[in-house]
């Protein structure tokens, strides 16, 4: 089938590749000349575990082409895919501004019946501004095409993302249209064949349900911080709780892990794109507005904790920070609790000695050349004269470290573990001093 995507970033890249590796012929358009001239050259712009791999064998066959041709875009797919960015605007709600232009630029171009798939995260009702764009668009050029748009929301995640477009849980297709129904049937069924994981419904019910996952995902992470930080005044150890609560299948253990707060380029604008959905039909969300306050709060606590121990004397001191994307397998910073806590440490006078497996470049892009800020080749480096460790991501290569190599590179045996890496009393037996979340505190 023919399929063009808008938007070639972390969800359209993807869905460009892997639906060209089902065998489909597909043409990614973006308006960012330098990302589709590093793809035309073979180069992904992000990291992703096994995209590399998909990219090139399609491009080579010719199943996968980049373009910044809108027009040649239109004219080639059946299917044209919006997964373009809706970042929140300066009031929290989400900006349609790529979404609408892109249905602008549709419309301009469409010579036959196509089907607009919106799989960008959008409010609901955006299929309906879509389809009004669409047709004023159509209107002005004298045109009378057919067409149809169905709400797909994504569900991929950074660092699995080919692996879920693959093997998805669901894919939540919103229509009133049964004959668009069976389209998209066909599109997806290579990666629903094992069992039936097609879910229809209207519109409005699926684009909803892109941000009531979310949410949930985010209130599940919201609710353990929220836990670990009566757990540590109380004398509990929020990491037995944990366990204690996952082994009910009602809860289970799946995003109960106390932290630094949760980041990234979707809960924290998609929980504040849904309060102010709420807000808008004059529904007060204080469950979410309770889930986003948490989070703030829960970026600043690792800082906290350093304040203490270092009596408010943090003006001067070097910190080693392990791990800046805002989860591992991915390079992505945006919204990464590591850049708060980066900047409470710059506002009290510290340093930072950095290290992130692959975020490096996109530190370096955000932050340029600073004296208080060293981007290091490795975890080692980092701790190197550092007056303590902190760990902000959980990544494989922090679980494990040579505590001795480690006490010797810091000038004092100190850690605080944003992501309750380690066995409080195996560190202590290496002679650290252990702060960690939701635990007991040295
Ligand atoms: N990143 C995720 O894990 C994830 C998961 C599920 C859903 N989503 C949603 O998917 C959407 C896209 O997210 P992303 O992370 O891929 O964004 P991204 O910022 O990585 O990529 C968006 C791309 O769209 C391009 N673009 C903007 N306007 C365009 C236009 N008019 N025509 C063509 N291209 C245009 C940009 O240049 C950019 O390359 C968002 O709504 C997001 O909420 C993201």
């Given at each position: 089938?023919?399929?063009?995507?808008?938007?070639?970033?972390?969800?359209?890249?993807?869905?460009?590749?892997?639906?060209?590796?089902?065998?489909?012929?597909?043409?990614?358009?973006?308006?960012?000349?330098?990302?589709?001239?590093?793809?035309?050259?073979?180069?992904?712009?992000?990291?992703?575990?096994?995209?590399?791999?998909?990219?090139?064998?399609?491009?080579?066959?010719?199943?996968?082409?980049?373009?910044?041709?809108?027009?040649?875009?239109?004219?080639?797919?059946?299917?044209?895919?919006?997964?373009?960015?809706?970042?929140?605007?300066?009031?929290?709600?989400?900006?349609?501004?790529?979404?609408?232009?892109?249905?602008?630029?549709?419309?301009?171009?469409?010579?036959?019946?196509?089907?607009?798939?919106?799989?960008?995260?959008?409010?609901?009702?955006?299929?309906?501004?879509?389809?009004?764009?669409?047709?004023?668009?159509?209107?002005?050029?004298?045109?009378?095409?057919?067409?149809?748009?169905?709400?797909?929301?994504?569900f991929l995640k950074e660092g699995a993302?080919?692996q879920d477009?693959?093997k998805p849980d669901r894919?939540?297709?919103?229509?009133?249209?049964?004959?668009?129904?069976?389209?998209?049937?066909?599109?997806?069924?290579?990666?629903?064949?094992n069992h039936?994981r097609?879910i229809?419904?209207?519109?409005?019910?699926?684009?909803?349900t892109?941000y009531a996952a979310n949410a949930m995902l985010a209130t599940k992470i919201s609710f353990m911080n929220e836990l670990a930080n009566i757990a540590e005044r109380v004398g509990a150890d929020i990491e037995k709780v944990r366990v204690g609560i996952g082994s009910d299948p009602r809860i289970g253990y799946s995003f109960i892990y106390p932290g630094a707060g949760y980041g990234g380029?979707c809960f924290?604008?998609d929980v504040?794109?849904?309060?102010?959905?709420?807000?808008?039909?004059?529904?007060?969300?204080e469950i979410l507005?309770a889930v986003e306050?948490v989070n703030?709060r829960q970026k600043?606590v690792l800082?906290?904790k350093?304040?203490?121990?270092?009596?408010?004397?943090?003006?001067?001191?070097?910190?080693?920070?392990?791990g800046?994307?805002f989860k591992p397998n991915t390079?992505?910073?945006?919204?990464?609790p590591?850049?708060?806590?980066?900047?409470?440490?710059?506002?009290?006078?510290?340093?930072?000695?950095?290290?992130?497996?692959?975020?490096?470049?996109?530190?370096?892009?955000?932050?340029?050349?600073?004296?208080?800020?060293?981007?290091?080749?490795?975890?080692?480096?980092?701790?190197?004269?550092?007056?303590?460790?902190?760990i902000i991501t959980e990544w494989q290569e922090f679980r494990s470290p040579?505590?001795?190599?480690?006490?010797?590179?810091?000038?004092?045996?100190?850690i605080f573990d944003g992501r309750n890496l380690y066995d409080p009393a195996l560190v202590k037996r290496?002679?650290?001093?252990y702060f960690a979340i939701g635990r007991a505190q040295p």
């Amino acid at each position: 089938m023919k399929v063009t995507v808008f938007g070639s970033g972390y969800v359209g890249l993807v869905t460009g590749a892997c639906l060209a590796e089902a065998g489909n012929d597909v043409v990614c358009v973006d308006i960012d000349a330098r990302k589709i001239e590093r793809l035309n050259h073979g180069e992904i712009p992000i990291h992703e575990p096994g995209l590399d791999v998909i990219v090139k064998r399609n491009a080579e066959a010719g199943r996968l082409q980049f373009t910044t041709d809108a027009k040649r875009g239109v004219e080639h797919g059946l299917f044209q895919i919006i997964a373009v960015g809706t970042p929140p605007d300066e009031d929290g709600s989400a900006d349609l501004r790529y979404v609408l232009a892109v249905a602008r630029t549709i419309g301009t171009h469409m010579s036959r019946y196509s089907i607009l798939i919106t799989k960008s995260t959008v409010p609901v009702g955006t299929a309906d501004k879509v389809r009004a764009e669409v047709d004023k668009t159509l209107r002005e050029h004298g045109a009378q095409i057919e067409f149809d748009v169905v709400s797909n929301p994504e569900f991929l995640k950074e660092g699995a993302a080919v692996q879920d477009f693959m093997k998805p849980d669901r894919v939540v297709i919103g229509t009133d249209n049964p004959r668009t129904t069976e389209l998209l049937r066909a599109l997806y069924e290579p990666f629903t064949r094992n069992h039936d994981r097609f879910i229809v419904m209207d519109i409005r019910s699926s684009e909803l349900t892109k941000y009531a996952a979310n949410a949930m995902l985010a209130t599940k992470i919201s609710f353990m911080n929220e836990l670990a930080n009566i757990a540590e005044r109380v004398g509990a150890d929020i990491e037995k709780v944990r366990v204690g609560i996952g082994s009910d299948p009602r809860i289970g253990y799946s995003f109960i892990y106390p932290g630094a707060g949760y980041g990234g380029s979707c809960f924290p604008k998609d929980v504040q794109a849904l309060v102010r959905s709420a807000r808008e039909v004059g529904h007060q969300p204080e469950i979410l507005s309770a889930v986003e306050s948490v989070n703030a709060r829960q970026k600043e606590v690792l800082v906290q904790k350093m304040r203490r121990h270092f009596a408010e004397q943090l003006a001067g001191k070097t910190i080693a920070l392990w791990g800046l994307a805002f989860k591992p397998n991915t390079d992505d910073m945006r919204e990464a609790p590591a850049r708060r806590i980066i900047d409470l440490l710059w506002q009290a006078g510290a340093r930072v000695r950095a290290y992130d497996p692959v975020a490096r470049d996109e530190a370096q892009r955000i932050y340029g050349e600073r004296e208080d800020l060293v981007l290091c080749k490795s975890a080692y480096e980092a701790a190197e004269g550092a007056d303590a460790l902190a760990i902000i991501t959980e990544w494989q290569e922090f679980r494990s470290p040579d505590f001795e190599r480690l006490k010797s590179l810091l000038k004092s045996a100190l850690i605080f573990d944003g992501r309750n890496l380690y066995d409080p009393a195996l560190v202590k037996r290496f002679g650290f001093k252990y702060f960690a979340i939701g635990r007991a505190q040295p």
